[in-house]
């Protein structure tokens, strides 16, 4: 009886599992959430949904410190399907209360279950009253009649659904209408196509007057000064009139001051600066922003605007001095000389304009150079697609660059003076576009050496006794060739996690966490650090520590696995899987180059899932290798391992140390027992660390 694997959690939650169950486990993968936005001060109750199963949902983790939620308990515990299997909870009900001085925009959050943890969730927090989009509104003369200030919420629900709202303004009134629906859709999992929205203003007699598709990335914004009082009405829908009930959205209209984007956009830590307020609020009284003293990077700051508080803005924390840009510098010699290290606030302020900067460089003096203005799924959302190129003397064209990666569309160079003399960093628009939100911050400083640490795995639940493992990558920086020791921050009682130094020849690491025989259900958000010794330049060195970014797995159409960084790393103790415990024997590995080894595993099902289980040592989809912990040399044998398990318990997996393999020891590996959810995902459960060792010659 399925009964007996149940604790005292599942219980008081109201969900009873009873009988056998053939579904593979899975986490919950949160859709959608409407009403999407919650006012702050105010308690209001949200539904989420998704699919597989928020069975026995039990604890809510939201972002920041500030936003309380709960579960809602249902009122009658779910029924299966059929007799012998697992209730299916397709939606669960929230409690939300931010508190009054919240601050507002996205946020997100997970929900913990019996079973395990959720994909990332995302809620928007709000200043005015949420209204709800009521019946069929897909015609102006059947608009929904609304109040301003208010944030609409409702759903771009089927194909050519378009959603009308009526309001009243006074003359002279200035409003603004913020959309928050394609934003929200960048870190589902399970959402393969996402909504394009545009909005219109139209008057009484059916004119528009104003419209916008794209502003912050896919989503519109605008604002509109009213000469004449009277009824107007809003439109909202996709852009090529698709659809989808998963499409949800928020509208924030108001008539405050609101600032799109301030200038500059690169500001000091622990100071007060005063801002220019781009956007509506140009004309409105003097802007500031105050940056606590210990933050960094790209943050989302309260914005106050005559005193009071505005909207929050995105912008760039950096400890370096900060300077303005100025004019005129569009060409080479007119460039003034800046000093490092150095932060320079500017703005590409009319198409074709261009900036250009002067350092003065010793022959062999690297440094580095990195555009911050425009960057997806973060606060940065300047128009400027930036191109940075280095320059000599003679206008000669020496380093470039466009985008730092697929993913930063920011560029980014590091740059070698060949000789001693001054060079020219010259910044543009690349399709020569401008204006006076084209804003930017551009940090050049010597290349010293430093790394940026990443995870392959968001969050992880163990069964008592059980293990999963998460991949983390190093990419060391200007020169860094050092270890990189790397562990787990707050993780849950009785949750424990193997030491792991990611080598100078190596760039990936495995991190297993076990959780304890005795572990009770827990749920914890973590960090990933990584710790390093680096140069500091004076023949001294320091310790400096670099957080993971955590990435969440993304279903692509056409069963592609994509990933998307989130901000929640969450470590669970649940209470049942389909994979109890991977048992490998042996569990420490001496090979010599040239030699194999047979690690023989032994899966434990709990008793009610026989369906398929495969194995591996890497993390892979489709031939493409997320997660790699083999030391260099070593490889995976295919056709000696016995990986595919069908509905058996045991196979083996055989490696191999190249004929010039080098030395290594003590490097952590496992294996994975893997059961397929869908075509992209499969739940890995991993044995203890197998520590491997590659003798010298």
Not at 331 to 337: G, H, I, K
Not at 599 to 620: E, F, S, T
């Amino acid at each position: 009886m399925l009964s007996r694997y149940l604790t005292p959690l599942t219980m008081l939650t109201g969900w009873l599992i009873v009988g056998a169950c053939q579904a593979q486990i899975s986490y919950p993968m949160i859709t959608h959430t409407h009403p999407v936005a919650v006012q702050r001060g105010q308690t209001s109750e949200i539904e989420v949904s998704g699919t597989q199963n928020f069975l026995g949902a039990y604890r809510v983790l939201v972002e920041g410190n500030d936003v309380q939620a709960e579960v809602v308990p249902a009122k009658e515990p779910p029924k299966p399907d059929k007799a012998g299997a697992l209730p299916i909870v397709r939606s669960v009900r929230l409690r939300v209360t931010p508190k009054a001085d919240a601050l507002p925009g996205p946020r997100e959050f997970r929900i913990a279950t019996s079973l395990s943890v959720s994909s990332i969730g995302q809620l928007v927090v709000v200043e005015d009253p949420v209204v709800i989009e009521q019946g069929s509104n897909n015609t102006r003369e059947t608009a929904n009649k609304i109040s301003v200030p208010c944030v609409v919420c409702g759903k771009i629900e089927a194909a050519e659904d378009v959603d009308w709202f009526a309001f009243e303004v006074k003359p002279g009134q200035t409003l603004s209408f913020e959309v928050y629906c394609a934003r929200l859709q960048d870190k589902i999992h399970d959402l393969q196509k996402h909504a394009d929205p545009i909005i219109a203003l139209y008057d009484a007699s059916g004119r528009e007057l104003a419209s916008n598709d794209d502003f912050y990335f896919a989503d519109p914004y605008l604002a509109y000064h009213f000469q004449e009082g009277g009824t107007y009405y809003l439109q909202i829908r996709d852009a090529i009139y698709d659809g989808d009930p998963r499409w949800v959205y928020a509208i924030a209209i108001h008539d405050r001051p609101y600032a799109t984007r301030v200038f500059p956009l690169g500001v000091s830590p622990g100071k007060t600066v005063t801002v220019e307020a781009i956007g509506p609020a140009r004309q409105a009284d003097r802007a500031t922003l105050s940056i606590p003293a210990q933050v960094s990077g790209i943050q989302r700051l309260p914005l106050q605007i005559g005193g009071k508080p505005a909207n929050a803005v995105g912008v760039y924390v950096i400890s370096l001095p900060t300077i303005l840009e100025q004019e005129p510098n569009d060409t080479p010699s007119q460039a003034a000389v800046v000093q490092l290290p150095v932060c320079i606030n500017g703005r590409i302020q009319k198409p074709g304009d261009v900036d250009c900067y002067r350092v003065s460089l010793k022959k062999g003096q690297a440094i580095r150079a990195e555009v911050f203005a425009r960057r997806f799924g973060t606060e940065l959302t300047s128009p400027l697609d930036a191109s940075l190129d280095v320059l000599d003397a003679k206008g000669n064209v020496l380093a470039s660059n466009d985008d730092t990666s697929a993913a930063i569309r920011d560029p980014a160079l590091t740059f070698t003076a060949p000789n001693d003399g001054e060079y020219i960093l010259r910044l543009r628009d690349l399709f020569s576009k401008g204006g006076e939100d084209f804003v930017y911050a551009l940090e050049i400083a010597p290349a010293m050496p430093d790394f940026i640490l990443r995870c392959d795995g968001d969050k992880a639940w163990l069964v008592p006794g059980g293990s999963m493992a998460w991949y983390v990558q190093v990419t060391r920086l200007n020169g860094f060739a050092g270890p990189v020791s790397v562990t787990i921050k707050d993780l849950p009682p009785g949750v424990q996690v193997n030491p792991l130094v990611i080598p100078p020849n190596m760039t990936q690491g495995v991190l297993v966490l076990t959780a304890a025989a005795d572990a009770k259900p827990a749920v914890q958000n973590v960090q990933v650090v990584g710790l390093a010794q680096l140069p500091t330049g004076d023949g001294k060195e320091q310790t400096i520590e670099r957080i993971a970014i955590p990435a969440q797995e993304i279903y692509f159409p056409g069963g592609g696995r994509g990933k998307f960084d989130v901000r929640l790393h969450t470590v669970a103790v649940t209470e049942r899987a389909d994979v109890l415990q991977v048992e490998a024997i042996p569990n420490q590995i001496t090979l010599k180059p040239g030699e194999e080894v047979k690690i023989a595993v032994r899966v434990h099902r709990h008793p009610d899932y026989k369906g398929n289980i495969g194995l591996d040592v890497m993390l892979r989809h489709l031939g493409t290798v997320y997660g790699n912990p083999l030391p260099p040399g070593v490889t995976l044998v295919e056709g000696k391992s016995k990986t595919l398990l069908g509905q058996g318990n045991e196979g083996h997996i055989v490696l191999r140390a190249a004929p010039d393999a080098p030395p290594c020891q003590n490097v952590p590996i496992s294996v994975l027992a893997q059961v397929s959810i869908n075509f992209v995902v499969k739940i890995s459960y991993s044995s203890s660390p197998i520590l491997l060792t590659i003798s010298p010659k």
